[in-house]
Nanobody, 124 residues
Framework: QVDLVESGGGLVQAGGSLRLSCAAS????????MAWFRQAPGKEREFVAR????????NYADSLKGRFTISRDNAKYMLYLQMSSLRPEDTAVYYC?????????????????WGQGTQVTVSS
């Protein structure tokens, strides 16, 4: 079992930046691929970004490439999401998630462990 706690959300103006963090505890962090998902009101949870166990391989939702960057620090048991050029449509609750699979997983149902989420609100 791995426990995940997100932080760093808040209110930001359009065009601004935020850095989300996800602190992991429990089993060895480097045994898990990690991902960020988000869920806006009335919408399904959607994939944002994924990073493999070692941190050398990343995947992004096509619409977010170039604005969001996922990274991890295995020594600190930390996952990050750097978000820039934020838009009102990026407003959502952002979740970090962990998967023990070696395959690239992009669907929420493929992740066993979840944080409680952090709210990001982008004002126009």
């Amino acid at each position: 079992q791995v426990d995940l706690v997100e932080s760093g959300g808040g209110l930001v103006q359009a065009g601004g930046s935020l850095r989300l963090s996800c602190a992991a505890s429990g089993r060895t962090f480097s045994n898990y691929a990690m991902a960020w998902f988000r869920q806006a009101p009335g919408k399904e949870r959607e994939f944002v970004a994924r990073i493999n166990r070692a941190g050398g391989n990343t995947n992004y939702a096509d619409s977010l490439k170039g604005r969001f960057t996922i990274s991890r620090d295995n020594a600190k048991y930390m996952l990050y999401l750097q978000m820039s050029s934020l838009r009102p449509e990026d407003t959502a609750v952002y979740y970090c998630a962990a998967s023990s699979s070696f395959s690239i997983r992009l669907r929420p149902s493929e992740y066993a462990y979840w944080g409680q989420g952090t709210q990001v609100t982008v004002s126009s």
